[in-house]
T-cell receptor
Framework: DVKVTQSSRYLVKRTGEKVFLECVQD?????MFWYRQDPGLGLRLIYF???????EKGDIPEGYSVSREKKERFSLILESASTNQTSMYLC?????????FGPGTRLTVL | RKEVEQDPGPFNVPEGATVAFNCTYSNSASQSFFWYRQDCRKEPKLLMS???SGNEDGRFTAQLNRASQYISLLIRDSKLSDSATYLCVVSLQGAQKLVFGQGTRLTINP
């Protein structure tokens, strides 16, 4: 079975803090993605990566950056967390079109 | 206009009923189509791909109408365990990037 793990299920941070969300997949997938999911807005793509050290902006990259130093790991970074970044963050990996999601991180920024 | 539009529901139907959802997409270049299922407080998982000729998987039937740019999902003999949010998903040709609808929430009542 494909396994995608995320570093935390719940996280509470303060405005202005730097936040790291980690995602690890164990299936040697080339593609990895970060989404946020908000009520009424669905899943929105923040960043994605097709290969190690490669990254591309999704639909809502502002306020976020990413890092992919190893194939299995894709990190999402909030340089200076703001309250409007309170959300559910979902990581996914994919060999082609089917995406396998991690359990999500519920981030609250106070 | 959203790239992928779904009626958010909620749909409340009795066990054993047949229920159908539609989804419309705006980009005529979209090539691949999927339905994902997301249980409450869980990550999305692929339910089925949608092919031009239509396809069936047990009680579930998916259809694609390219001329009208809509996708449908039919669930027959609904079960309590079918209660979930159903996400309509499309991608452009050759792109692993997926665009998600906001989801249709379904509750099956005993």
């Amino acid at each position: 079975d494909v396994k995608v793990t995320q570093s935390s299920r719940y996280l509470v941070k303060r405005t202005g803090e730097k936040v790291f969300l980690e995602c690890v997949q164990d299936m040697d997938h080339e593609n990895m993605f970060w989404y946020r999911q908000d009520p009424g807005l669905g899943l929105r793509l923040i960043y994605f990566s097709y290969d190690v050290k490669m990254k591309e902006k999704g639909d809502i990259p502002e306020g976020y950056s990413v890092s992919r130093e190893k194939k299995e790991r894709f990190s999402l970074i909030l340089e200076s967390a703001s309250t409007n970044q309170t959300s559910m963050y979902l990581c996914a990996s994919s060999p082609a079109f089917e995406q396998f999601f991690g359990p999500g991180t519920r981030l609250t920024v106070l | 206009r959203k790239e992928v539009e779904q009626d958010p529901g909620p749909f409340n139907v009795p066990e054993g009923a047949t229920v159908a959802f539609n989804c419309t997409y705006s980009n005529s270049a979209s090539q691949s189509f999927f339905w994902y299922r997301q249980d409450c407080r869980k990550e999305p998982k692929l339910l089925m791909s949608v092919y031009s000729s239509g396809n069936e998987d047990g009680r579930f039937t998916a259809q694609l109408n390219r001329a009208s740019q809509y996708i449908s999902l039919l669930i027959r003999d609904s079960k309590l365990s079918d209660s979930a949010t159903y996400l309509c998903v499309v991608s452009l040709q050759g792109a692993q990037k997926l665009v998600f609808g906001q989801g249709t929430r379904l509750t099956i009542n005993p």
